[in-house]
């Protein structure tokens, strides 16, 4: 079965703080995508990366940083300095591809960063 | 602005009823996904269409088609209407091959309210 789990559901940090999103996942497959996806209170929803499962180098986009470990079937999210404009729900997904594509996502991690 | 474009932005109507919701990708984009958000079930894949052909399949009930059309925009329609489709409708387009780095531009949505 796969599973996506987020099980931090809410964090909330002041400003400038480094914070960590912890995504752990399963799955059977030995190829597939992670993707984190962010959803300000406006609702709108965010792509924030995509990673694939024979790539585990770390990524790192401005304050954004990735950390995908096969061995511990990890990809966390850590956003340094943070702001109050990181305040969103943040989603990690799971996307199968062998076979028919299937997406799973966590139940999210919403992220209140106070001024 | 993503470039996505969904209309209508809200929809309200009654259970039974037989709703169309309708997607224009990015210019050049030739992948069109559709999601669903509600409270129950959190955010869920329901399919993906690639130049007109079904891509992938997720979450999507019977009640609920879509199709993408030569110019390359989507409908999902959703009949026989419950008031647990109420939800908010996201539709998202990525460029071919992945574009870079397999984004995924999304639409504002479209809020349904099943009465």
Do not use: M
Request: glycine share 8%; net charge neutral; hydrophobic share 35%.
């Amino acid at each position: 079965a796969q599973k996506v789990t987020q099980a931090q559901t809410e964090i909330s940090v002041v400003e400038k703080e480094d914070v960590t999103l912890d995504c752990v996942y399963e799955t059977r497959d030995t190829t597939y995508y992670l993707f984190w996806y962010k959803q300000p209170p406006s609702g709108e929803l965010v792509f924030l990366i995509r990673r694939n499962s024979f790539d585990e180098q770390n990524e790192i986009s401005g304050r954004y940083s990735w950390n995908f470990q096969k061995s511990t079937s990890s990809f966390n999210f850590t956003i340094t300095a943070s702001q109050v404009v990181d305040s969103a729900v943040y989603f990690c997904a799971l996307v199968k591809t062998s076979g028919t594509y299937k997406y799973i996502f966590g139940t999210g991690t919403r992220l209140k960063v106070l001024a | 602005d993503s470039g996505v474009t969904q209309t209508p932005k809200h929809l309200i109507t009654a259970t039974g009823q037989r709703v169309t919701l309708r997607c224009s990708p990015r210019s050049g984009d030739l992948s069109v996904y559709w999601y669903q958000q509600s409270l129950d079930q959190g955010l869920q894949f329901l399919i993906q269409y690639y130049n007109g052909e079904e891509r992938a399949k997720g979450n999507i009930l019977e009640r609920f088609s879509a199709q993408q059309f030569p110019d390359l925009h989507s409908e999902l329609n959703l009949s026989s209407l419950e008031l647990g489709d109420s939800a908010l409708y996201f539709c998202a387009s990525s460029p071919p091959a992945g574009g870079v780095k397999g984004a995924q531009y999304f639409g504002p949505g479209t809020r349904l309210t099943v009465l």
